[in-house]
Structure formats: structure tokens, C-alpha cells
């Protein structure tokens, strides 16, 4: 069985602070790791994928398979990253298609 | 713009009263889900479809049904909805290839209460 956990409710950080948004995983094969946003009153979209290692909004997470964790992480918050961050990760089902699984989401609030 | 299109973004209903939520896409992805989400909870994987066929996750009850007529459109059927059944419900679509899983486009959802 696959699960994504994400420990924090909620993270509430001053403008200009350093954000970690944590994510532990497990899953038996090799998993693809994603997290999605929702900004207030707006759909869930994607954020970054493990995959393509890149930045974006000065976001990156690395996956760490000997920890089995993706954490979000940004140096330096800004007030326009308040929003709804959801780990998620995508592993193969018994039925062969890809089988995705969210965490419950961190709640961040960047105060000015 | 291509995207994720559901109807209606609010839906009232009656304890026991068939409801049925619609999902479009214009992005031509072969796979199509729905989720479930309760209040502070995770997004909840109901079924989906890879292309015609369908997937239901174990512990989906009985009492929800889906349909994909084509690959643009998918229903939600609520067969007899219970108090328990009031949540946001989301549609997505990804496109996926033998190579691998690629990301979801969500829809806004819809909102369903049971009265």
C-alpha cells in the first residue's frame, strides 16, 4: 500500500523566513513524487514534480529514497505563498495504471 | 485555454435523492478521476478511468457509480446520497503513457450538501 504523510497541519512563518513543508512516503517501488497547491478560491495545481529537479517560485524538494521523504523547501517565504500545499505520490496500482495518493496538506501562512 | 470544466460548482440535494456531477476536459488526457474531500482532509480517490477502463478503488461505496461516455465528459452518479456524502468533489485528468505517470489538471470541483 502506498501513503503520503505530511505531519503539519498547519505552518505559519514570517515574511523573508525559511519554509520546509514536510513529506514522508512510503511505497514498495519507485515512487513519482509531486506537490500541488491551492491558492485561496482557486483550483489545486501542480507545483513541482521530483522528476524534473527544477525551481519553481523559488520552491525545490529533493527526494531523499533513504528517508523516503520529499519535503518542500523555500529560503525566503513570501506573503503571496500562503496557501494550501499537498504532497502527493504516484505509484502503480494492481491494475497496472498509476495509482495517485494525496497527504492530508499543510496549511502555510506567511505573515508580512 | 485547455482545462478541467465541472458543473454545477454547487449542488443541493436530498438524503436519498440521485445526483449526478459532470466533468469536462479539452485537454484530450487519456485517464480521468474523481476525488472525495471532507473538511481538512486529503483528496480522496474514488475511481478513474484510463481511457475506457474503469478503476474502483476498494473502498469506494456501492453507492457511487461513474460513467465516461467519451473522453472528454465523465459523471459522478450518487445513487442515494447520505448525510455523509456532503463534500467538495474534484475531477482530474492526467495524461499517462507506458513511460510513466505525468502530473493532474484539476477541476474547481463541486461542492454537493445533502439536506
Known amino acids: 500500500a502506498q501513503r503520503v504523510t505530511q505531519p503539519e497541519k498547519l505552518l505559519s512563518v514570517f515574511k523573508g523566513a525559511p519554509v520546509e513543508l514536510k513529506c514522508n512516503y512510503s511505497?514498495?517501488?519507485?515512487?513519482?513524487l509531486f506537490w500541488y497547491v491551492q491558492y485561496s478560491r482557486q483550483r489545486l495545481q501542480l507545483l513541482l514534480r521530483?522528476?524534473s529537479r527544477e525551481s519553481i517560485k523559488g520552491f525545490t524538494a529533493d527526494l531523499n529514497k533513504g528517508e523516503t521523504s520529499f519535503h518542500l523547501k523555500k529560503p525566503f517565504a513570501q506573503e503571496e505563498d500562503s496557501a494550501m500545499y499537498y504532497c502527493?505520490?504516484?505509484?502503480?496500482?494492481?491494475?497496472?495504471?498509476?495509482?495517485?495518493?494525496f497527504g492530508r496538506g499543510t496549511s502555510l501562512i506567511v505573515h508580512p | 485555454d485547455a482545462m478541467v470544466i465541472q458543473n454545477p460548482r454547487y449542488q443541493v440535494t436530498q438524503f436519498g435523492k440521485p445526483v449526478t456531477l459532470s466533468c469536462s476536459q479539452t485537454?484530450?488526457?487519456?485517464?480521468m478521476y474523481w476525488y472525495q474531500q471532507k473538511s481538512s482532509q486529503a483528496p480522496k480517490l474514488l475511481f478513474h478511468?484510463?481511457?475506457?477502463?474503469?478503476?474502483n478503488e476498494a473502498d469506494t461505496p456501492d453507492n457511487f457509480q461513474s460513467r465516461r461516455p467519451n473522453t472528454s465528459f465523465c459523471f459522478l452518479d450518487i445513487r442515494s446520497p447520505g448525510l455523509g456524502d456532503a463534500a467538495m468533489y474534484l475531477c482530474?485528468?492526467?495524461?499517462?503513457?507506458?513511460?510513466?505517470?505525468?502530473?493532474?489538471?484539476f477541476g474547481p470541483g463541486t461542492r454537493l450538501t445533502v439536506t
Open positions: 482530474a485528468t492526467s495524461r499517462e503513457s507506458g513511460g510513466g505517470h505525468y502530473e493532474q489538471y
Open positions: 511505497y514498495s517501488g519507485s515512487p513519482e
Open positions: 521530483h522528476i
Open positions: 502527493a505520490l504516484s505509484g502503480r496500482g494492481t491494475g497496472g495504471s498509476y495509482i495517485p495518493t
Open positions: 485537454l484530450n488526457h487519456n485517464v
Open positions: 478511468y484510463y481511457d475506457k477502463d474503469f478503476n
